[in-house]
């Protein structure tokens, strides 16, 4: 695993009117991230953008913030693999006015160096840039899903168009995945919005950040910002008994904003929410 467990920290900050000052003092409080940041490590920035019709996708002001914070990286990718919906790279152009010479757009299915892996019993491949020393992010957006939102966003580093059938066997599929490329370097919750299931394209406003190393603690927090037990979540505790992070709410050292504060300020808007979806 990448980043430690002990302690796991997560940073819980206001995002604000500059998602860029926002996230460096999310950086900040965890204690950066100079390990990350070096001129022989490029960078995949993982977003999820499973429809660009939807809005259910991390803001376009922080993949440029995330890009903005790795200046010593050769590369910083931009990232996503094909589905149904589209191929990533016609995907990926929601995000045309964050890419530059050093910024670019990368198809996870497009890879002629792509390596084998094992992945929830079968044969998959996967881009060869996504393994070490790359520096892998996941960011994803505020929503009440079960299966997670950094974690979940592991499905789309599978190359394959057609992925609907491992959602008969996620949690083995997204942990295989996490396992497979060593893990999440930095994980990011782009709290804009909150989403109340995968399916809706519009959200409800909630300005934060949610930042941290170790995936599984962000994840957890995450989980219990969005009302939900991570206790009883089968992915969260799939990926404690593996070793892969921290998934107890006491254990897990949440600076900046107050977790209780966030939390009440959130109930609002999850009054109306039903239970989180499975699909």
């Known amino acids: 695993m990448r ?14 009117a500059n998602p860029a000052v ?15 940041n070096t001129p022989e490590r490029n960078v995949i920035v993982k977003v999820g953008i499973f429809d660009p019709a939807s809005g259910q996708r991390t803001t376009n002001p ?29 995907r990926l152009q929601v995000y045309a006015d964050v890419f530059s010479r050093r910024v670019v757009p990368l198809s996870l299915s497009k890879d002629a160096a792509a390596r084998s892996v094992q992945i929830a019993g079968e044969k998959l491949t996967l881009s060869s840039l996504l393994f070490k020393p790359t520096v892998l992010v996941s960011t994803h957006v505020f929503r009440r899903f079960d299966w997670g939102m950094v974690l979940k966003n592991l499905l789309g580093l599978v190359a394959v168009k057609q992925k609907v059938r491992f959602h008969k066997k996620m949690v ?3 942990l295989d995945l996490f396992q497979a490329v060593g893990g999440i370097d930095l994980a990011v919750i782009d709290g804009t919005y909150l989403f109340a299931n995968p399916n809706v394209k519009e959200g409800r406003r909630t300005d934060f950040l949610l930042v941290g190393r170790d995936a599984v603690a962000v994840e957890t927090v995450g989980s ?22 921290e998934g107890d709410l006491s254990r897990i050292q949440v600076v900046g904003r107050s977790l209780a504060q966030q939390k009440a300020a959130l109930e609002p808007l999850l009054a109306g929410i039903t239970e989180p979806s499975h699909l």
Do not use: T, W
């Open 3 to 16: 980043g430690g467990r002990v302690p796991a920290k997560v940073a819980l900050v206001e995002l604000g």
């Open 172 to 174: 083995p599929a997204l």
């Open 22 to 36: 926002a996230l460096a003092q999310a950086l900040r409080l965890i204690g950066g991230i100079a390990d990350l």
């Open 224 to 245: 219990a910002l969005a009302g939900l037990n991570p206790v009883q979540l089968p992915l969260i505790q799939e990926a404690v008994q593996r070793g892969l992070g």
């Open 62 to 90: 922080v993949v440029r913030a995330l890009a903005e914070c790795f200046p010593r990286a050769p590369h910083v990718y931009v990232a996503e693999s094909d589905n149904y919906r589209g191929p990533a790279l016609k």
